[in-house]
């Protein structure tokens, strides 16, 4: 069964950027459809941003204009470019994709935005 996993996160200060990878664990998964999600602690998870199979590109208003997401050409890895990041972005980082009738999500990678 493919997996999804999510890396790139860490400590950053606000303002500055992060680049989040989504690979696939099996080089034939194509992420034709990706979302990205977050977890803030104590909230639940919201959804980020998403790029469908005619990359069409939709954010959240909350990330609108600071974040990009995107895919390499093989489809195999997405990212999610943040840019100007707040406080108020800290959270776990969830990729997920449509597999079959079910979506695969991948274990999360922490972004914590403090000075």
């Known amino acids: 069964q493919v997996q999804l996993v999510e890396s790139g996160g860490g400590l950053v200060q606000p303002g500055g950027s992060l680049r989040l990878s989504c690979a696939a664990s099996?080089?034939?998964?194509?992420?034709?459809?990706m979302n990205w999600y977050r977890q803030a602690p104590g909230k639940e998870r919201e959804w980020v941003a998403n790029?469908?199979?005619?990359?069409?590109?939709h954010y959240a208003d909350s990330v609108k204009g600071r974040f990009t997401i995107s895919r390499n050409s093989n489809k195999d890895t997405g990212y999610l470019q943040m840019n100007s990041l707040k406080p108020e972005d800290t959270a776990v980082y969830f990729c997920?994709?449509?597999?079959?009738?079910?979506?695969?999500w991948g274990q999360g990678t922490l972004v914590t935005v403090s000075p």
């Open positions: 997920n994709a449509p597999a079959g009738l079910n979506f695969v």
């Open positions: 099996r080089g034939t998964f194509k992420l034709n459809v």
């Open positions: 790029i469908n199979s005619l990359d069409n590109i």
